[in-house]
């Protein structure tokens, strides 16, 4: 494992909203001494299998999994990553928004303790949600959004039961929090991340949120 090491990980649909992406990572701010990898997985609607495959090929300790429409804005936010981590090993993975708890729906956003900040296009249009505020670093969560999940612990995705897009993020979320790590929602003065993800089609949604019940029940509530 290189501990001077970050790789940035996005399964790619969309080649050009990709090349985008890359724009806004390629302008970061890079902390002296890091080095810098990028690992696309074409094509890959099966976001835990994508994730597992491009974890398990790079050796950097920091790995970020982001969307291919997510468009950091924050320039030194590699720096405030490694900081973050660096004060707090026990922190295994930290977004931009996530949920002090998990309603028994199993929706994280439906909980009324919602944490963080991102620019979103999900109603159509680009406009800042922005939730409770944070007071330290880090709030603790149970899950955060997969738009971006920052890590610094390797732990394999759970491709064995959400093959899509869905649900995978918030079981990743839960898993970490199982393995004995905490999971956490950034601090931000603004959003650091533009999420231009439009309206999302919610083809077999439904069927990934009754597995996701099935898998974390007592986790839920």
């Known amino acids: 494992m290189n501990d001077q090491q970050i790789c940035f990980i996005t399964c790619v649909s969309n080649p050009a909203q990709y090349e985008q992406s890359l724009h806004y990572q390629r302008s970061l701010h890079v902390p002296e001494g890091f080095s810098i990898d990028w690992i696309s997985i074409p094509e890959s609607e099966n976001m835990a299998r994508g994730y597992n495959t491009a974890m398990n090929s790079s050796q950097a300790k920091y790995k970020i999994y982001l969307h291919q429409d997510v468009y950091i804005l924050q320039p030194y936010f590699l720096d405030d990553l490694i900081q973050l981590f660096e004060k707090h090993e026990q922190l295994g993975m930290v977004g931009v928004a996530g949920a002090a708890t998990i309603p028994p729906n199993g929706i994280w956003w439906e909980s009324p303790y919602l944490y963080g900040k991102v620019y979103s296009s999900h109603s159509g249009r680009i406009y800042p949600l922005e939730f409770r505020p944070i007071q330290q670093a880090y709030e603790r969560v149970r899950a955060i959004d997969g738009l971006i ?70 986790y839920l509530g």
Request: charged content about 20%; overall charge negative; aromatic content about 18%.
């Open 149 to 218: 999940m920052a890590t610094q612990i390797d732990l394999s995705w759970r491709d064995d039961v959400f093959s899509g897009s869905f649900f995978y993020d918030t079981s990743q979320s839960l898993e970490m929090i199982k393995a004995g790590y905490e999971v956490g929602v950034w601090n931000q003065t603004a959003p650091w991340c533009i999420h231009d993800c439009g309206i999302v089609n919610l083809v077999g949604y439904e069927h990934y949120r009754q597995l996701f019940i099935d898998h974390y029940e007592s």
